[in-house]
């Protein structure tokens, strides 16, 4: 399983980013579950994710500012970022479950996006 997270970037308080998570392997249904962040010194948390439901849920801190879409032809799940804050600042990775003949094949990071919020 190959997760390709990209669209991080140093930007100002105010800014906008969209994060993309693109999931690629043979033979395998990707299911791209949502994103997730770590800043310095402190644990990772979740950002967004997909329910099982087909429902999103967000963390309290970026709840009317961000939003996870997904594409399902391209296999790619987006995460766009408005009103960017200081506190944003983190490494941002994507998560995914895959499945092999209907089996499930385990869990899966993506290597991660660095998004700096600074003026």
């Known amino acids: 399983v190959q997760l390709q997270a990209s669209g991080g970037g140093l930007v100002q308080p105010g800014g906008s980013l969209r994060l993309s998570c693109a999931a690629s392997?043979?033979?395998?249904?990707?299911?791209?579950k949502g994103w997730y962040r770590q800043a310095p010194g402190k644990q990772r948390e979740l950002v967004a994710l997909f329910t099982s439901g087909g429902t999103t849920t967000y963390a309290d801190s970026v709840k009317g500012r961000f939003i996870i879409v997904g594409d399902n032809a391209k296999n790619t799940v987006y995460l766009q970022m408005n009103s960017l804050e200081p506190e944003d600042t983190a490494v941002y990775y994507c998560s995914a479950e895959a499945f092999m003949n209907g089996r499930y094949h385990g869990d899966f990071w993506g290597q991660g996006t660095l998004v700096t919020v600074s003026s």
């Open positions: 392997g043979n033979n395998l249904r990707i299911n791209i």
